[in-house]
């Protein structure tokens, strides 16, 4: 693991990379009372020629610190903590299994830790890196899930945290999840508001794509109105479909004609094209799954059907698939990857 310390008094310490092992904090530390602990969530892959890169781990040092200022811990040189990043994975290369679909998950972590029973910024900080294999999400195809349309509880508020990468942001999330999967269902559908705008999935960011009335499918995002985590692989998605529908990179697959919007979408909208057969598809995006496709909601006592076909990924979602993860497993040339070494 890479640990570096912080002081308020004499700022970022010597970063080290030590064997894991259990940390000593004081039962006092603030990150166990105020939850400050903050985290970050990306991947190593082996390609096969041999070499290692992350996808796009700018973003996350960016999104971080963005995450650190807003619970006034330390922020940080990004450029220099992947540095360390990246010397840490050079040293754990041997746990990035080669197989394909797999990658060495890298979970950054910030936690207060100066031990004051009393909430204000805090004087210590420890950033820290942990590591582990990952296999694939879906090691036998796809399988789209069920959501629950969860009205009850919220994940995010106006002027709240949810744009923000905060452990506090996760630990509602667990009972409601609980609630979700005793009713039959993978994961919340958070919405939002008595619109009941969609919002996320679960742990990731969510599209929609529906037929307009004059036949041109809509990709749909909820827009970064603070109450969305802005994710990687929602950036991504947009990216790509929007270089397709400037001619800039057209996409095998893509249907040719597309529009691509970041607009709230609340949930009557989403089964009325259902009903209509106007919905084309739902999917989940984030760096554990990539995509995630949705085969039915729950909501308000009955579940609204979405179409799916034989391999569980749609005509949307299958070709944006196909492109990510040929970037990230080097199929692909890109910018967006990042040499961790050759
Ligand atoms: C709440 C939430 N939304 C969305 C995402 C997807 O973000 P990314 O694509 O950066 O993994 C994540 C995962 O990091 C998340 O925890």
Redesign the pocket.
């Known amino acids: 693991m890479l640990k570096i310390l912080w002081t308020e008094g004499r700022g970022w310490g010597t970063p080290s990379i030590e064997s894991y092992a259990p940390l000593s904090i004081l039962p006092s530390a603030t990150v166990l009372h105020y939850a400050q602990s903050i985290f ?3 991947k190593a892959y082996s390609h096969p020629n041999g070499k290692v890169t992350m996808f796009r781990p700018d ?2 040092m960016k ?1 971080m610190n963005a995450s650190a200022a807003r619970l006034a811990l330390p922020t940080f040189n990004g450029d220099a903590f992947l540095e360390c990043i990246r010397q840490l994975i050079i040293l754990d290369r041997h746990w990035i299994p080669d197989q394909p679909g797999h990658s060495l998950y890298i979970r950054p972590t910030m936690i207060g830790t100066n031990g004051t029973l009393g909430v204000q910024p805090p004087t210590e900080a420890l950033l820290f890196v942990i590591c582990s294999p990952a296999g694939p999400y879906y090691p036998q195809g796809f399988k789209p899930v069920p959501l629950y349309g969860t009205t009850e509880f919220t ?1 995010a508020a106006p002027g709240g945290t ?1 744009a923000y ?1 905060l452990a506090a ?2 630990a509602p999330g667990v009972f409601a999840q609980k609630m979700a999967a005793k009713a039959g269902y993978a994961q919340n559908l958070w919405l939002h508001g008595p619109e009941h705008y969609l919002t ?1 999935v ?4 969510l599209f929609v794509a529906l037929k307009g009335e004059d036949g041109v499918i809509e990709l749909v995002t909820p827009p970064l109105d603070g109450m ?9 998605v947009l990216a790509l479909a929007r270089d397709h529908v400037a001619g800039k990179k057209r996409l095998a697959g893509l249907p040719d004609q597309l529009k691509v919007t970041e607009r709230p979408i609340t949930m009557g909208e989403v089964k009325g094209a259902a009903e209509t057969g106007r919905l084309v598809e739902l999917f989940g ?4 799954c990539v995509i995630t496709p949705v085969e039915r909601i729950g909501y308000l006592g009955s579940d609204v059907v979405l179409p799916t076909s034989e391999d569980g990924m749609g005509p949307l979602s299958r070709p944006l698939w196909t492109q990510l993860t040929g970037i990230q497993t080097g199929a692909i040339e890109s910018e967006w990857n990042f040499l961790v070494t050759k």
């Open positions: 970050e969530g990306m973003m996350n999104r994940r949810g990468k942001n996760y996320e679960g742990t990731m960011n969305i985590l802005p994710g990687v692989t929602r950036d991504s995006a984030g760096t554990a």
